[in-house]
């Protein structure tokens, strides 16, 4: 299985982007689908994730701005971001795997991973 991100992109502080996520080979229903982010010089971090339940987590830095769903029919995940801020910039990636609820933060346990997609937020 694949996936690959699109929808990155530079843009202004308040501004939004929609990131998806879209598999071949595999079919995101049966997976729980995570983004995670790296900004330079940072250790990878967990923002989001949808469960094959539909359940979502997102980590406190993003809640309340950020908003994951699934669509089926595409077979993708998107990651809407709204009211982004300078320190939102990275290169976010998505991943897929099976993993249990307590464990949807470490990335250790998604064995698919795209490729990422830059996003840049200006001040």
């Known amino acids: 299985g694949q996936l690959e991100e699109s929808g990155g992109g530079l843009v202004q502080a308040g501004d939004s982007l929609r990131l998806a996520c879209a598999a071949s080979?595999?079919?995101?229903?049966?997976?729980?689908v995570g983004w995670f982010r790296q900004a330079p010089g940072k250790e990878r971090e967990f923002v989001a994730a949808?469960?094959?339940?539909?359940?979502?987590y997102y980590t406190d830095r993003v809640k309340g701005r950020f908003t994951v769903s699934r669509d089926n029919a595409k077979n993708t995940i998107f990651l809407q971001m709204n009211s982004l801020i300078p320190d939102d910039t990275a290169v976010y990636h998505c991943?897929?795997?099976?993993?249990?609820?307590?464990?949807?933060?470490?990335?250790?346990?998604?064995?698919?991973w795209g490729q990422g997609t830059q996003v840049t937020v200006s001040s």
């Open positions: 080979g595999l079919s995101l229903s049966s997976y729980t």
């Open positions: 949808f469960r094959w339940n539909r359940a979502t």
């Open positions: 991943a897929a795997g099976r993993v249990i609820t307590s464990n949807v933060e470490n990335a250790s346990g998604y064995n698919y």
